[in-house]
Structures are given as structure tokens and as C-alpha cells.
């Protein structure tokens, strides 16, 4: 009952919602389409939402989640995103008994920005955590006073479950286990040099379950098992109450690598063995909550933390550029929602969404009403599980790429896509997903008031205005030197 009630209320909740958006563009510029409704069809939507939120949940019991979180997988990496050349049978399969999103972005093109937005809710800069990576040695981390993914169901009963890459801090007090997740196992850090050299001196980078050190050194080919493994029997161990699993996966992130039964396998070469190994883990986990009756009562999220890495053969095809970027291949990524009888079979959706709507949707499925100040995301349950006439709140996104001396910065509304720069660029995303054709020269009024939005999502989040040095993530050359003096004798 407490689920249901909660269920109307955000279906109100969002109607109000819509209210917080933007306003519409000035006289001679395209509206973006979803400023286009009228308080009649508001009424309208209500009407309905209401009737769908009376039958949407006929259980007490909240829903289990799950959720995938892929590190660096680019938007056409996946057969049911286009790739033509990696085989995903179990996430397609995934896609069509569920529902494949089209226009899900993250909040940032880089690992620890756009974790940190996962986990809140918020833009990057409100936690602090918009600029760099964190490396092994850095003393900061998402403040343990942050409500994380886990905190926010946890009061509703939730078992809650970490696996895999963390990236938000390593001390002590800014660790899964600090962050209201019940477990953990994982390498808390990337598989790469800059994150495996401090620790060559102690016999390697450590998979940890909960703060101590089960193994070492980690390997590359060995995670994706070893994650899959620790997914499964986190599920059976918590198949009779609700439960939240985030699993954050080590792969395709260099150094990317497959176990023996996926190598030498894809014709998109190792990259494609790592992301059959990805789809095969999936299907492993959907199947097991087929076979243990938990299907119909588990949400389950695929998606991934930014776009493909450069020079890799991982691609965001069609959209333009990589991870380390914030044209579309950096922000935008698959996002597949899978939930049996709940979310939309077959349905493929064009709503603008963003992962800083994940924290609220959460919230508002488990039926926890106290969200924490300062969010920047909407609920978007009504659209997940296909709410008449239920279109996403979100109209905008401020994106920043902030590492060493490199500096980006976007502004997407609606349809309009920002690139702060001299000159700038605009594109029209509707017309020109690949963002090829700047129409910035024909849209000048546009193009400030942009850059002016912008400007203030900036500043209202504190962004500093200039990259400060980080003495943790030392330049490639010098962290180079290092690891090397590290290992010698
Ligand atoms: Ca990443």
C-alpha cells in the first residue's frame, strides 16, 4: 500500500515537475518538442498517469534492481545499437523484451565525474568531483554526507550489493562499504598503469571484498568472470528480499582483456571478445532470475559510465567522437531497461534521459519519498514503464570534460547541442546526430543564451574556471618515470 500511494504521488509529482523546465526559446528559434504541451493536455496527462499509477504496482514488495554499469562501452558497440561486427545476442534479446533507450547521456565523459552523478543524482560539480580522475593516491572522494544509489533504498529494506570498479574514493570513509552498500568486491581502481603502478611495490592492485584484500594482482582477463561469478551469488543469496546490485564492470576499459572461452572469437577483434564476454554475463544473470521465479520482481539496468576510449576499436557510431570528449559519442550510451510485465516489451524510446535521473527513478520505485537536497535529476518511472503519454522531464544537460590541461564544455537543450568554444559550435541533434554541420553562424541569439545557461550551470554548481593541477594524476610522461622507478629493484 505504502508503494502505491507513493506511486500517485510521483505521478503528480511529475506533471508539477514539468513546470521546473526551461523556458521555451525565444520567437524565431525551433522549440525544443518538449516544451510543447498545453494545461489541457497536462490535465490529460494526469488523468492517465493517475489510472496507471492505481495499477502499476499491486505488490508491497519493492522491486529488485540491478544495474550494469559497463566502463567505456561507446553507443554502436552492441548488435542492437548497430554494431555490425560484435555479436550481443543476450543483450538484444534483453532490448526486445524490454525497453532500448536512444537518447540516454551521461553527465560527463569520464570515469569519476560521471560515477559521482550516477550515484546522486547530481551534476559533478555539486559533489566536487567534476574535474579528473581519481587516482590511487588522491585523499578526496565522494563525501560520505552524499545519499549514494544505495542509501536511497536502503530505508526501504533493500539488500544492497557493490561489484566491480568504484573510482570515488579509496580511503577509508569513502568506500563502497562507507556508502551505504552492504557488500562489496572489486578493484576500487582502473586496470591501467597510472592506477596499478602504486601498488606494484605490495604484489600488485588488490581485489578487495569489503576492506580486505582477497587477491592480487588483479587481471584484466580474469574480471568480467570473476564480477559475473559474484553477481550470481549475490542474487541467490538475497533471492527472498529486495535487492539493489550495482555492478560496475572493469571492462572494455583498457587494458581491456577476455577469458579463454571469448578470445580470438569476434571479428571486431579482442575488443569484440570483451563485449561478447559483457553480453554473455548478462545473459547468465537475466537467466538466473528467470530460473529462480525473480524476473517479474527485478529491474534490471545495461548501460555504461562514458563513451568508447580513443584509439581503441570501441565506437559510438554514428555519433561523433570518443570518451575524453563531449560531442555525443562521449555522453550518449546504450541504455537498455529490462523488467518482465513492468517495462515495455520491444519498445525502443527517444526520450531525452540522463543518469542523473537514475538516483530519483530509484527512489521512486522502491518508494522512498525523502530525496536528498540539491538533486539535479527527474523520476523517470513514469516513462521507464510506459505511463501513458509519459514523456521525460528532462529538456537540458551541462556536460564538462575537465582533465590535466584539456577543457570542454557543452550545453544540450532539447534538440540544441552547445560546444563552448572560439568559435562555438551548435548543432541540431534532431537533424544532425553526427553533429557535422555547425549552424551556430545561423543561430547567433540562440548561441548566447546557450552560452549563458551554460555559464551559470557552471558557476550554481562551482565548477572552478580553470583546471587546478592535480598533484595525484601526474602527466603520462612523469607517471611513467615513476611506475618505472617503483619496480625497479
Ligand atoms: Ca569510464
Known sequence: MFTRLSVVDEASRLVVGRGRRTPPPSSGQRSPRRDSSTPPYKTALASALLLFASTAFATDRPPNVILINCDDLGYGDLACYGA?????????????EGTRFTDFSVAAPLCTPSRAALMTGKYPGRTGRAIGVLRPKSTQGLAGSEVTLAEIVKPRGYATGCIGKWHLGFLPGMRPLDQGFDTYYGVLHNLDTPETAPFEAEGGIPILRGDQVEKRPAIPAEMTGLYTAEALAFIERNRDRPFFLYLAHAMPHLPFDASP?????????????VVAELDDSTGRILERLRALGLAEQTLVIFTSDNGPERNTTGTAAPLRGTKHTVYEGGLRV???AWWPGRVPAGRVCDEFVTTLEILPTLAALAGNRTLPAGLDG??????????PGARSPRTTLYSL????ANRRESFREGRWKLHVATPPELYDLTADP?????????????????TAAARQLRESTGIPATN????????????KKNAAKKSAP
Open 84 to 96: 555490425k561486427d560484435i555479436r550481443t545476442p543476450h543483450l538484444d534479446r534483453m532490448a526486445r
Open 261 to 273: 572461452a571469448f578470445k580470438g572469437k569476434s571479428p571486431r577483434g579482442l575488443y569484440g571478445d
Open 334 to 336: 546504450p541504455f537498455i
Open 378 to 387: 527527474f523520476d523517470l518511472s513514469p516513462v521507464l514503464l510506459g505511463a
Open 401 to 404: 570534460y575537465g582533465y590535466r
Open 434 to 450: 553526427a553533429e557535422s554541420t555547425n549552424v551556430a553562424a545561423q543561430h547567433p541569439d540562440l548561441v548566447a543564451r546557450l
Open 468 to 479: 587546478p593541477a592535480d598533484p595525484f594524476d601526474p602527466p603520462p610522461a612523469k607517471a
